[in-house]
């Protein structure tokens, strides 16, 4: 039989020998009780035989513990022995599965692929970095762009600073009043006279 089969049948048989213990732990009881009564009615030689009947049922029994004890160590050990063998099993598998996908592999060859993988990406750095470079081979001077957007970024700074300083000054000054100096009225009016009084006298 198969363990799974074994362990079923001896777990079937524990469980009858406990049924069966527990039927003569039941008329172990019952001689302790009729042993009592027999005593209150002062018949000694019965109450005797009812305890020795009680002494067989409990050799009975210990014998029943025992075999219980022993089938039960018979299935924990072979529990024990089928779960082992299922991870030798496993592991035998897993063992397998390895072998056959390192079947025609070596460690010089994984070297190799390696080797060959730095090569590729080594050279694929190398097309990168010829690509990234402007045609005809100038070469653009980082520092000169530094100092050019510095420039840049300073007339900006005085540019708003210039704009603030205009929007501080008045747009429109005021204009002075023109003011017809008094002597020159006064001449005006003198010679207007002098013409009428000419042209009085022509007359």
Do not use: W
Not at 14 to 35: D, G, P
Not at 72 to 97: F, K, P, Y
Request: with cysteine.
């Amino acid at each position: 039989p198969s363990p799974k089969d074994s362990i079923i049948k001896l777990r079937e048989t524990l469980e009858m020998l406990e049924k069966r213990e527990a039927f003569l732990q039941a008329k172990c009881n019952k001689e302790v009780m009729e042993a009592k009564k027999l005593l209150q009615q002062k018949n000694k030689r019965a109450a005797m035989m009812c305890l020795k009947r009680k002494k067989t049922y409990e050799s009975q029994i210990d014998k029943i513990s025992g075999a219980r004890m022993t089938i039960e160590t018979q299935v924990n050990a072979i529990e024990g022995a089928s779960v082992t063998m299922d991870a030798l099993s496993a592991m035998r598998t897993g063992a397998q599965a390895m072998r056959q996908l390192h079947r025609g592999m070596t460690s010089e060859q994984v070297d190799d692929t390696m080797e060959d993988i730095r090569e590729q990406m080594d050279l694929a750095n190398e097309l990168n970095e010829a690509i990234s470079q402007p045609l005809g081979g100038e070469i653009i001077d980082e520092d000169e762009l530094e100092a050019e957007l510095d420039a840049l970024e300073q007339e900006n700074v005085d540019e708003q600073l210039l704009g603030l300083e205009a929007a501080r000054l008045p747009t429109k000054l005021p204009s002075a009043p023109v003011t017809t100096p008094a002597s020159k009225a006064g001449a005006v009016s003198e010679e207007d006279e002098l013409a009428a009084l000419e042209a009085s006298m022509a007359i």
